[in-house]
């Protein structure tokens, strides 16, 4: 198990390892959805639970990953509330 996460964490840019609320890893371009219903800060919008997230971003911060969605662009999600798709 070991071997298997430092070969994944070779992959990646910076050498961190995102993982999802289940312990998945995540990689860009992958697609995420939500666990749990989220209040977008300085809109009106909320994002159900179960909302596809497609072609995730990595950040610098392996808690937090970069997506865009149907009427939010360029939103940040942290990795806790979502699930590899």
Do not use: H, Q
């Amino acid at each position: 198990m070991a071997d298997e996460i430092n070969e994944i964490s070779d992959d990646n840019d910076d050498g961190l390892v995102v993982r999802d609320s289940s312990g998945t890893v995540l990689a860009d371009g992958d697609s995420v959805t939500l666990i749990k219903d989220l209040k977008v800060k300085g809109t009106s919008v909320t994002l159900k639970r179960g909302t596809m997230v497609k072609g995730i971003r990595l950040t610098a911060d392996p808690a937090e990953i970069e997506c865009r969605v149907e009427k939010v662009k360029g939103l940040v999600l942290r990795t806790e509330f979502v699930r590899k798709a």
